[in-house]
């Protein structure tokens, strides 16, 4: 059974990050080399900026229904999740949306429709 989540809106300081609310998390720092930077046990991804409007966000345990033609993927990992989750965390607030994850380290792929500000994200937890 598959499960996928969306967040629609504007994204608070034009970042985001993905991983297990559970756990100690270390934020990786940011270098603006591209719009992805990852630690052991977190993602962060950069969106559009948040005066410019919304952005939408879509995570899903099932890679299959992913990326819709012309996406570009960032990022392909694994985040350490030991309690079994993986949320999409706002700097403001944890928890936006999350799904299971299958194991302790799960796979997780990112993909933007443009490098610059993207305002479409697809996640893929598997």
């Given at each position: 059974?598959?499960?996928?989540?969306q967040f629609k809106g504007?994204?608070?300081?034009?970042?985001?990050?993905l991983f297990d609310p559970?756990?100690?998390?270390?934020?990786?720092?940011?270098?603006?080399?591209?719009?992805?930077?990852?630690?052991?046990?977190?993602?962060?991804?950069?969106?559009?900026?948040?005066?410019?409007?919304?952005?939408?966000?879509?995570?899903?345990d099932q890679q299959s229904?992913?990326?819709?033609?012309?996406?570009?993927?960032?990022?392909?990992?694994?985040?350490?999740?030991?309690?079994?989750?993986?949320?999409?965390?706002?700097?403001?607030?944890?928890?936006?949306?999350?799904?299971?994850?299958?194991?302790?380290?799960?796979?997780?792929?990112?993909?933007?429709?443009?490098?610059?500000?993207?305002?479409?994200?697809?996640?893929?937890?598997?």
């Amino acid at each position: 059974m598959s499960d996928t989540k969306q967040f629609k809106g504007p994204v608070p300081h034009s970042i985001f990050f993905l991983f297990d609310p559970e756990n100690e998390v270390d934020i990786p720092e940011w270098d603006a080399s591209g719009p992805v930077q990852a630690s052991k046990t977190c993602i962060s991804v950069a969106t559009l900026t948040e005066i410019d409007g919304d952005t939408t966000i879509e995570l899903s345990d099932q890679q299959s229904a992913y990326p819709p033609d012309g996406y570009l993927k960032v990022f392909s990992g694994n985040v350490t999740a030991p309690h079994g989750s993986i949320c999409i965390n706002f700097s403001d607030r944890d928890g936006v949306i999350c799904v299971l994850s299958r194991g302790q380290e799960p796979q997780i792929d990112v993909w933007i429709n443009r490098l610059v500000e993207p305002d479409h994200i697809y996640v893929s937890i598997a």
